[in-house]
């Protein structure tokens, strides 16, 4: 199981990485066809949630910088796990005006079963950045180095635990990542809210928490959090000082791609016009410092078939671990 995950991590390591450094297409592509009604760009979050704040910056820009004249409506569509929104999206088949933010329960609803379709029943209309997974604590707290964590989980099997906001959710993918790569076991901790958690870990009711950059930031920078290691393929602009797993000798990436997909059978004029337009916000210094600089974002960008690799690889990294934990699909 290990080696297999590994491969799998090393794929997406190198599809990413090579993104990172590709060219983007030709911005000069043109169908004349443009959007001549409003675009409803469902969330399957709430106000204020991570893909709720990007589906708005990407509406305001897209705006502000006229790459889009139409409105773009942002429409939080919540419940059953993301399940509501993207079937919301998947009925709109053929439409050019539906747009759908991508986050970790794109990938886990139907691996769960609890949606019959996958990434291959959307169109994907762009990867804009990714998320790694970062390991937290209390800023107090006895742990400062990934090998503290592993001594302590040795020492006391199930006795260290974990805050990984909602079960299943992108926090337990990456324990049972780390717990099989170094031969440990902690007691996972769901919490529904994410402030919840880090107060549960702030409080000392939780010894370590999974999070974003985003979500522990203002936490870190006020001095009540610290990171003790990062689950991307290079150190974070965001926190240059902090090693990832892979320096601390765990050859472990995982980074969850912020992407916008669209309803299945989009007509190809109008995803080309899409493709391009999401080009052109990649390519604006505004966006790259109000949105992807201000949220600690990675970036990465990417459209057509380097797009779908992208989340192809994370799909297969996700189906993998939730076969481990025993949450997929029969027949999966």
């Given at each position: 199981?290990?080696k ?13 990485a090579?993104?990172a450094?590709s060219k ?23 106000a ?5 704040l990007?589906?708005r ?11 889009i004249?139409?409105p773009?409506v942002v429409?939080?569509?919540?419940g059953?796990?993301?399940v509501n929104?993207?079937n919301?999206?998947?009925k709109a088949?053929g ?5 759908q ?5 794109f990938?886990?609803?139907p691996i769960?079963?609890n949606?019959k379709?996958d990434?291959?029943g959307?169109?994907i209309?762009?990867?804009?950045g990714?998320?790694?997974m970062?390991?937290c604590?209390a800023a ?7 090998q503290?964590v ?5 020492a006391?099997p199930k006795?260290?635990s974990?805050?990984?906001?909602s079960?299943?959710s992108s ?7 780390f717990?099989?790569?170094?031969g440990?076991?902690?007691?996972q901790?769901?919490f529904e809210?994410?402030?919840d958690g ?12 999974w ?7 203002g ?15 290079e ?10 797993f892979k320096?601390a000798g765990?050859d472990l ?7 916008v997909?669209?309803?299945?059978d ?7 016009f899409y ?7 990649d ?13 600690y974002?990675?970036h ?9 690799a992208i989340i192809k690889a ?7 671990v939730?076969?481990q ?5 029969p027949?999966l």
């Amino acid at each position: 199981m290990v080696k297999k995950l590994i491969v799998l991590l090393v794929v997406l390591c190198l599809v990413l990485a090579s993104t990172a450094c590709s060219k983007t297409a030709d911005t000069s592509a043109s169908t004349g066809w443009e959007p001549a009604e409003n675009i409803q760009f469902n969330v399957q979050s709430g106000a204020g949630g991570g893909s709720d704040l990007m589906a708005r910056a990407i509406a305001e820009k897209m705006t502000t910088l006229n790459i889009i004249t139409k409105p773009i409506v942002v429409e939080n569509i919540t419940g059953a796990g993301g399940v509501n929104s993207f079937n919301e999206t998947l009925k709109a088949a053929g439409s050019p005006y539906v747009w759908q933010t991508i986050n970790s329960n794109f990938f886990t609803a139907p691996i769960t079963g609890n949606i019959k379709t996958d990434y291959t029943g959307y169109t994907i209309l762009a990867v804009i950045g990714s998320d790694p997974m970062i390991l937290c604590t209390a800023a107090d707290s006895p742990f400062n180095t990934l090998q503290d964590v592993v001594d302590a989980c040795k020492a006391d099997p199930k006795g260290i635990s974990i805050m990984i906001g909602s079960a299943g959710s992108s926090g337990s993918i990456a324990s049972v990542m780390f717990e099989d790569a170094a031969g440990i076991e902690m007691t996972q901790v769901p919490f529904e809210g994410g402030g919840d958690g880090l107060a549960a870990v702030m409080g000392k009711q939780v010894d370590l928490s999974w999070q974003n950059f985003g979500e522990v930031m203002g936490s870190v920078e006020g001095g009540l959090m610290k990171i003790i290691a990062v689950m991307g393929d290079e150190r974070s602009k965001a926190a240059p000082d902090i090693p990832t797993f892979k320096e601390a000798g765990y050859d472990l990436v995982y980074e969850v791609p912020r992407a916008v997909a669209a309803p299945p059978d989009m007509p190809e004029e109008a995803l080309t016009f899409y493709q391009d337009a999401f080009t052109k916000l990649d390519a604006d210094p505004g966006w790259q410092k109000d949105y992807l600089g201000a949220n600690y974002i990675t970036h990465k960008f990417a459209i057509g078939d380097e797009a779908i690799a992208i989340i192809k690889a994370s799909y297969d990294m996700t189906l993998d671990v939730y076969k481990q934990m025993g949450l997929a699909a029969p027949g999966l």
